[in-house]
């Protein structure tokens, strides 16, 4: 049969847009878009305090293409969702009332997973503890037929209780806490949730920029391997002994973590500078308007700790990787190098000559 030049054209087009919605050839850490960061700015993401749904959801439709380079929002999450997909979001309710995930970057990644085919009710919301959980109000805004789910009741010091946790996904690592037993291996180990390991195919990381007094930063990468896993109290005892640096780029390497998490959407909207993670004061917050794309959670890192370090010079303060102690951040160095240690393993991009930022900025 005879194509005329209409018909070719047409061809063309149809293949360029299968090419750029099908499925990359691996999902999972650091994913098809290593070192690739995708910024989207909104002037009107937040008014008064309060974040708006219409920017976000630009923000996030925006984000989402281009990231994966799709010609459309909703292809841009069929390149990783599809129809029979059980999804986990990984909230965050640290630093409330102040800074914490919001409802409406939630219900937008819930119409985009919608959009991809994945139904609601294989939506599944999560955080490590459960009393976090609903203090944090979350459950009085998650869309109908979302479900949620939490690792463990309890909040106990030494956080060994195995009850959502899966006794055959562990990372082990020669660290025990202050009244831990270092003769017993389960003492060393902390084991990922049966949320990841038994209930979801898929894990997105809905991170939150903000300063951390052990870690640096906890934006993707720590929100993952302090959210995901028991037994983390052992990585910053007390202020001067903190190991965070190697605990959590050695637990997000855990094949599980790795394979199921592939995408990280970062809520930079609101951000916090310094005070963190828990905060007694909305001091340091600030108004960034920015949000963040990214399947490597390396590279998304780097590109924060730059945003907050930056934010620091502002305001007269030392980075990350030099400041002392005070009253609102007690430990007596801050670890930040985890997002380079993460880079050398191999989870993602940590030369910062080598991320390739993409900024858009949306009226």
């Given amino acids: 049969m005879e194509l005329n030049r209409r018909d070719l054209l047409a061809g063309v087009l149809s293949a360029s847009a299968a090419r750029a919605t099908a499925a990359p050839a691996k999902l999972g850490i650091p994913g098809p878009y290593r070192g690739r960061v995708v910024a989207v700015e909104h002037p009107g993401s937040i008014i008064a305090g309060k974040y708006q749904q219409e920017p976000v959801r630009d923000m996030i439709r925006r ?36 800074i914490i995930s919001s409802a409406e970057v939630f219900r937008e990644i819930v119409a985009g997973l919608e959009s991809a085919g994945v139904k609601r009710e294989d939506i599944i919301a999560y955080d490590r503890y ?50 831990a037993n270092p003769e017993d291996r ?14 979801v195919g898929k894990l997105v990381n809905l991170g939150v920029l903000k300063h951390h007094q052990s870690a640096g930063v906890t934006i993707a990468l720590k929100n993952l391997s302090h959210g995901l896993v028991n037994n983390v109290a052992r990585s910053h005892v007390s202020s001067s002994n903190n190991a965070c640096g ?27 500078y310094h005070g963190g993670p828990a905060r007694k004061t909305g001091r340091y917050l600030w108004e960034n308007k920015t949000m963040y794309f990214a399947t490597d959670p390396v590279a998304v890192d780097r590109i924060g700790w730059n945003i907050i370090d930056n934010k620091r010079g502002q305001m007269g303060m030392q980075p990350l990787a030099l400041a002392y102690a005070d009253n609102d951040s007690v430990f007596v160095r801050m670890q930040p190098e985890h997002v380079e240690i993460a880079g050398l393993l191999g989870l993602g991009e940590g030369d910062e000559k ?10």
């Fill in 246 to 272: 190697m605990f959590i780029p050695t637990v997000v390497d855990l094949p599980v973590i790795r394979q199921k998490t592939v995408l990280n959407i970062i809520d930079g909207v609101l951000g916090a």
């Fill in 130 to 179: 459960k009393s976090e959980f609903l203090s944090g109000g979350f459950v009085k805004w998650l869309p109908e037929g979302v479900r949620w789910m939490a690792a463990t009741d309890k909040v106990d010091s030494l956080q060994l209780d195995m009850d959502g946790y899966d006794a055959d996904h562990y990372m082990e690592m020669a660290l025990v806490g202050a009244r």
């Fill in 63 to 98: 984000g989402m293409m281009e990231l994966t380079g799709a010609p459309g929002w909703v292809d841009a999450w069929r390149v990783f969702f599809e129809k029979g997909d059980v999804v986990g979001i990984k909230v965050n309710p640290v630093g409330q009332p102040f």
């Fill in 354 to 363: 080598k991320i390739d930022l993409r900024k858009f900025k949306l009226a």
């Fill in 186 to 199: 389960h003492h060393r180990r902390s084991y990922v949730a049966k949320f990841l390991t038994k209930h």
